[in-house]
């Protein structure tokens, strides 16, 4: 159907087994583990639940797949737009191998050029695009 990548939030975290086989059936390209987290600690049902399931608990559960997609969103700093958490991701990529999508608290084109710099496989972007706080074109020099 053209898409390429589906995240996988709450079913990653409340059926693993099911998430797994679909990675052996189908190759880890094809899915982006979602890790709402707030705390350090991951949220499921549209935020509105907070697991005791930590962080870094469920990074390692599904490392062992080799290099996974992950979205990981602050979700204190999600909308709010006072930067991304820097610390957290920098942490994250350092203790995992993993492809990183950062999401919440994006500013500017400089939270999104520090993001590229640290390693981090994209940003989702979406009050600072909204509030026309960065462009279209910003968003497309980053990628040149």
Same mark, same amino acid.
């Given at each position: 159907?053209?898409?390429?990548?589906?995240?996988?939030?709450?079913?990653?975290?409340?059926?693993?087994?099911?998430?797994?086989?679909?990675?052996?059936?189908?190759?880890?390209?094809?899915?982006?583990?979602?890790?709402?987290?707030?705390?350090?600690?991951? !949220?499921?049902?549209?935020?509105?639940?907070?697991?005791?399931?930590?962080?870094?608990?469920?990074?390692?559960?599904?490392?062992?797949?080799?290099?996974?997609?992950?979205?990981?969103?602050?979700?204190?700093?999600?909308?709010?737009?006072?930067?991304?958490?820097?610390?957290?991701?920098?942490?994250?990529?350092?203790?995992?191998?993993?492809?990183?999508?950062?999401?919440?608290?994006?500013?500017?084109?400089?939270?999104?050029? !520090?993001?590229?710099?640290?390693?981090?496989?994209? !940003?989702?972007?979406?009050?600072?695009?909204?509030?026309?706080?960065?462009?279209?074109?910003?968003?497309?020099?980053?990628?040149?």
């Amino acid at each position: 159907m053209g898409a390429n990548q589906l995240v996988l939030g709450s079913l990653a975290v409340k059926n693993p087994e099911l998430v797994s086989r679909w990675i052996r059936d189908y190759g880890l390209e094809r899915w982006v583990i979602g890790a709402d987290t707030n705390q350090r600690k991951i !949220a499921v049902a549209g935020w509105q639940k907070l697991s005791e399931l930590s962080l870094e608990d469920f990074l390692k559960s599904y490392q062992t797949f080799g290099t996974p997609y992950i979205l990981c969103t602050d979700i204190q700093k999600d909308g709010m737009m006072a930067g991304p958490s820097f610390e957290l991701y920098r942490e994250l990529l350092e203790q995992f191998s993993i492809h990183l999508i950062a999401s919440g608290g994006v500013r500017h084109k400089e939270d999104l050029m !520090a993001l590229k710099k640290m390693g981090c496989e994209s !940003a989702i972007v979406g009050k600072a695009f909204y509030e026309n706080k960065i462009t279209p074109a910003e968003m497309a020099a980053l990628n040149q």
